[in-house]
């Protein structure tokens, strides 16, 4: 039998995993943002390019990332984010497991991803709009992510030296 403690954490924690409806609400907000259903797929656009995408199963979300930064995210965590399929490696995309993020970092992640296909202005305005400082995004990495990076590039730089 579990304890009482685990059970209401274990409850907490079920509350905490983001869904394809919390995205959606969140994404749906966004100007030039809009849904398809593309072989049996949900995707968000701004114009023709697709910024988020999910697994049929709705479990994972792919989403507009830099290629130079997605392997440092995905080593930094890799129980959160996978590497996009062979076939994506060319697009600026990188993949998160819903399960493992809460609403801020999703709604982060969103940003991120639309800032990358909207114009600036388009992008500056509506986080003025929401209050957020344009120098807040893009994101790109977590501070954890970034701290983990400089750790790992300072430890390379003391054995070189």
Do not use: N
Request: glycine share 4%; hydrophobic share 45%.
């Amino acid at each position: 039998m579990r304890p009482v403690g685990a059970a209401v954490s274990a409850v907490r924690q079920a509350d905490l995993v983001v869904t394809i409806d919390d995205v959606r609400e969140f994404a749906r907000q966004l100007p030039r943002a809009y849904e398809a259903l593309v072989r049996d797929r949900v995707k968000f656009r701004v114009g023709r390019i697709v910024f988020l995408a999910f697994s049929r199963d709705e479990q994972i979300m792919g989403f507009g990332f830099p290629k130079e930064e997605r392997e440092a995210l995905v080593a930094a965590e890799p129980a959160k984010f996978l590497m996009p399929s062979q076939s994506d490696l060319r697009y600026h995309w990188v993949h998160v497991r819903l399960a493992t993020i809460d609403l801020t970092e999703m709604q982060e992640l969103v940003l991120d991803a639309w800032c990358m296909c909207v114009p600036k202005g388009v992008a500056a305005s509506y986080l003025e709009q929401v209050g957020r400082s344009v120098g807040q995004f893009p994101m790109r990495l977590s501070s954890r992510t970034q701290a983990q990076s400089l750790t790992g590039e300072q430890s390379a730089a003391s054995a070189a030296a």
